[in-house]
């Protein structure tokens, strides 16, 4: 496997169910995030790790919950989400975002498609 | 945060036909990033612009900065099927640099 990739692609969940999205990066990178994104509006960043410490939760509800174990996989904990949480939901790393913006590329996986019930 | 509106929102064209998307703020960017989403896929970043007024080719792609950061343009030229996806841009938020701020894109389709 190379780059960054997502699992599941796609995911049709209720209301009370209680699920995960696994992201992984082969690249080496030091920080890795979560996007929403919704149809006709801009990527959301939702939460930023680096080096395995969170960073940034840009207010994000705690029926979102991150989980970074390691610099290589981060997941993102579900439950109890609302019909307006559905959204493809993309991963992405980079290697230091201490070095800045023009110094950072960020590396998206394909996102996972999340449909609520 | 600082805010991106691109335009137009969709676009259809003709193979070979040109097309121009446009991306602009009523803030001062110190730099802007265009990214090319396929179908399926996550953003992939096309090129970075930096210094105001910098004109950047990338094959039939041709990007430009104005000369007071506030927009960028994108040109394709004799547009082929492959350029079709969603293109986006983004820039550095106010606080952190290695934020991204991006706009909501212009879905380009390019027929046959």
């Known amino acids: 496997e190379t780059g960054v990739t997502q699992t599941p692609r796609h995911l049709v969940m209720g209301m009370t169910n209680k699920k995960s999205l696994k992201c992984e990066q082969h690249?080496?990178?030091?920080?890795m995030y979560w996007y929403k994104q919704s149809a006709k509006k801009p990527l959301e960043l939702m939460f930023v790790?680096?080096?395995?410490?969170?960073?940034e939760n840009n207010s994000v509800p705690s029926r979102f919950s991150p989980e970074c174990p390691n610099s290589s996989h981060l997941f993102l904990h579900l439950h109890t989400l609302q019909p307006e949480d559905s959204a493809l939901y993309l991963c992405?790393?980079?290697?230091?975002?201490?070095?800045?913006?023009?110094?950072?590329?960020?590396?998206f996986g394909p996102g996972t498609r999340l449909l609520v019930l | 945060t600082q805010l991106l509106e691109q335009s137009p929102q969709f676009l259809s064209i003709q193979e070979g036909e040109n097309l121009t998307v446009y991306c602009n703020s009523s803030?001062?960017?110190?730099?802007l990033q265009w990214y090319r989403q396929e179908p399926g896929e996550g953003p992939v970043l096309l090129v970075t612009?930096?210094?105001?007024?910098e004109v950047k080719k990338l094959k039939r792609l041709t990007f430009q900065f104005g000369d007071a950061r506030k927009d960028s343009s994108l040109h394709i030229t004799a547009a082929q099927p492959g350029d079709t996806g969603l293109y986006l841009c983004?820039?550095?938020?106010?606080?952190?640099?290695?934020?991204?701020?991006f706009g909501a894109g212009t879905t380009v389709t390019v027929r046959a």
């Open positions: 992405a790393s980079s290697q230091d975002p201490q070095q800045g913006f023009l110094q950072e590329t960020q590396y």
């Open positions: 690249l080496g990178h030091n920080a």
């Open positions: 790790y680096s080096l395995e410490e969170r960073v």
């Open positions: 803030s001062v960017f110190s730099s």
């Open positions: 612009v930096v210094t105001g007024g």
């Open positions: 983004a820039g550095p938020a106010v606080s952190n640099d290695y934020k991204l701020s």
